[in-house]
């Protein structure tokens, strides 16, 4: 009887030790899945990070290519004429000459305060948001009727966060105005307790939302929207139009 006693205390001491065994085993198998799946997730989000860096640092150098090729065709070309007339004797004495000489002075004026804007829109600090969104707005051409709907109170963010904001806008009305064939764009602003919510739209030929990814303007766009830590998802339908909903938090 002592004998079945004992041979049925190390069955049952066997029987445990294999289950905590295999408990352990499972345990320990899991424990690496998650480990192996954080530092995938770790991996992915690094290689998400340098692809947006890449991309960011691509547009930065892109933007920079636009604006030498404006001081190189705009700005140069007119100080070389201008050079020319200034140092033609005779230009001074022809009042057709002094009228050419006097017309270069406002154009380069006027395109050097364009190139300055397109490198940091100064209004926002004098002005704020919305009087800035509005300016842009208001010299537009008339080819393209722009709605601005302010549906709240507007309370003003950080200022870098404003300048990615009125860039997002002013990327978007670029692409309108050379891509969309559009008549109508709409800007929608909603301040809530929440989020931020910007809304473009406009009633263009629309396009292939996964297609167009590639184009520089959009790209812009989504790593703006990114930098701030907002949200974004495009809607686009085959000439309806196309339209982006972004999202920013409060705390933005």
């Known amino acids: 009887m002592i004998k079945i006693s004992v041979v049925f205390i190390v069955l049952i001491v066997v029987v445990l030790t294999i289950i905590i065994g295999f408990t352990f085993l499972l345990y320990r198998n899991f424990a690496d899945r998650i480990i192996r799946e954080k530092n995938k997730a770790h991996l992915i989000e690094i290689q998400h990070q340098k692809k947006l860096l890449q991309e960011s640092v691509k547009a930065q150098e892109e933007e920079r290519e636009q604006i030498a090729i404006r001081l190189h065709d705009d700005i140069g070309n007119k100080l070389n004429v201008l050079s020319v007339w200034l140092n033609n004797p005779n230009a001074w004495n022809s ?8 017309k270069q002075i406002p154009d380069l004026i006027e395109t050097t305060r364009n190139i300055s804007h397109s490198l940091y829109p100064v209004n926002l600090e ?3 948001l919305i009087q800035t969104i509005e300016d842009l707005v208001n010299n537009i051409e008339e080819s393209l009727k722009i709605r601005l709907t302010i549906t709240s109170k507007y309370q003003p963010r950080n200022i870098s966060v404003e300048v990615q904001i009125y860039r997002i806008i002013q990327e978007f009305l670029s692409n309108v105005l050379k891509h969309s064939q559009a008549t109508t764009m709409h800007i929608y602003l909603r301040d809530s307790s929440n989020s931020l919510s910007l809304i473009l739209a406009d009633n263009g030929k629309g396009f292939d939302v996964n297609a167009i990814k590639k184009g520089m303007g959009v790209r812009n766009i989504e790593l703006r929207a990114s930098s701030m830590n907002a949200t974004f998802k495009w809607k686009s339908t085959i000439s309806k139009g196309c339209r982006i909903i972004i ?3 409060k705390h933005g």
Do not use: V
Not at 95 to 101: A, L, M, N, T, Y
């Open 95 to 102: 009042e057709r000459s002094k009228e050419i000489i006097l």
């Open 126 to 128: 004098r002005f704020g």
């Open 247 to 249: 999202s920013l938090p």
